[in-house]
């Protein structure tokens, strides 16, 4: 396809079937985390447009809520409040600009070396696995210690919601493939509408047009110390992201722009959604997946795709109406989600072969998993690291100061 001559209607409606492909799970991540799916729009929007013109528009990519914040966000928000958290989450956007600039320095390869498959496939396991108890607890219907809908009816629809959304991802052909999680979440709501857990009271009192309630964030340094240090997976899911996609279009977006430009325009998008309440933003391997279907390589379809969730930020009902979907649903989802998270780390071992028989490597991964999931906290005055950042930084110190063993003779 020339994308290049393609008329103005057909680029738009490539990019509104980029949005659609994007958008279940960019308004899943603040429907699981208690923030403001309309602002997840708009940041998605916005963030994309950032991107674009960090990299000079050159990259068919499109940007969205990150998964990988999710367990994060719901620890910290519980830990220190909503205000604190996306200052932190605003704050996680320095490890981009560190990144951008050793890139920048010394080339890509300063990167793999800090953040080898030892290190980064067990801090995603971590990720994934580290608030597991709270998917379960969503999808049997409890919020915290209350049980908002009954626990058999719970269970039902989180499990129809799981069915569907794996069933779409192994057995659906085309562009439905690509969205696994929307066709779950459509399926239990559906599902919750039946048996009557829908409430549409926000819907109803929800203007049409409305501005987004935007967040307030508060700079502690407790959560931006916890927060920081996340930002090492997706980091290395946006490499990935860039090479997959150049892949895909048969350029190397790694000398042009440079991956230095490409991280750091994902940083700008991190810091700047985190300011007015949105969650992170990273590139979308769904995106990639569209994007080879079409064979459409124009970056302008990403830029219909921004302006089309930037003006839908601004729907206020449609807003209130995602609001409306039931616990359950979520859970059933999140089941998936966070064991797919941690599935991506140990993928991340096996296809880099990292040798567990060595006690180097064993050491690194043991000591990752048990102090991220255990919840290990260190405090030190008012400097504080746990779980999954103290984890973090753990596996990178580890994998820079354990000796090498010595080769067999």
Request: net charge neutral; charged share 10%; glycine share 12%.
């Amino acid at each position: 396809m020339n994308t290049t001559q393609d008329p103005v209607w057909r680029t738009a409606l490539s990019g509104a079937q980029i949005l659609f492909v994007a958008f279940g799970a960019t308004v899943l991540v603040p429907l699981l985390t208690g923030l403001n799916p309309s602002l997840a729009l708009l940041g998605a929007g916005v963030g994309t447009l950032i991107f674009q013109i960090c990299t000079k528009r050159q990259v068919p990519i499109y940007l969205g809520s990150s998964f990988a914040f999710i367990a994060p966000v719901i620890y910290s928000v519980q830990t220190w409040g909503m205000p604190a958290t996306l200052g932190a989450l605003a704050s996680a956007s320095f490890f981009y600009y560190v990144a951008a600039g050793l890139v920048k320095w010394r080339g890509v390869g300063l990167i793999h070396k800090l953040l080898p498959p030892v290190v980064i496939g067990p801090v995603v396991m971590v990720i994934g696995l580290g608030l597991a108890q709270v998917a379960v607890g969503m999808a049997t219907g409890k919020a915290g210690d209350a049980q908002v809908v009954p626990y058999e009816t719970a269970i039902a629809i989180a499990a129809i919601s799981l069915l569907a959304t794996m069933l779409t991802a192994i057995r659906a052909r085309g562009l439905l493939k690509l969205v696994p999680i929307l066709v779950g979440v459509a399926v239990g709501y559906v599902v919750s509408l039946f048996v009557g857990i829908v409430d549409f009271t926000k819907v109803s009192e929800a203007a049409w047009i409305a501005m987004p309630a935007f967040g307030t964030p508060e700079f502690n340094l407790a959560a931006i110390l916890f927060m920081i240090p996340v930002a090492i997976a997706p980091i290395v899911e946006h490499v990935g992201g860039i090479l997959a996609i150049g892949s895909v279009a048969g350029k190397d977006f790694t000398e042009s722009p440079g991956l230095h430009r490409t991280l750091l325009g994902d940083g700008l998008a991190v810091n700047v959604v985190g300011l007015f309440g949105g969650p992170p933003v990273t590139t979308y391997g769904e995106v990639t997946g569209a994007v080879m279907l079409t064979k459409n390589y124009n970056p302008v379809v990403m830029t219909w795709a921004a302006c089309f969730a930037i003006l839908m930020a601004f729907v206020g009902k449609f807003g209130a109406l995602l609001q409306t979907i039931p616990l359950p649903v979520m859970g059933g989802i999140m089941v998936l989600l966070f064991g797919s998270i941690a599935g991506i780390g140990l993928k991340t071992l096996m296809d880099a072969r990292v040798n567990l028989s060595s006690a180097r490597n064993l050491c690194i991964v043991s000591v990752t998993l048990v102090t991220g999931i255990g919840g290990l906290g260190v405090t030190i005055g008012s400097f504080s690291l746990q779980g999954i950042s103290l984890c973090g930084v753990l596996a990178v110190l580890l994998n820079l100061l354990l000796p090498e063993e010595p080769e067999a003779s």
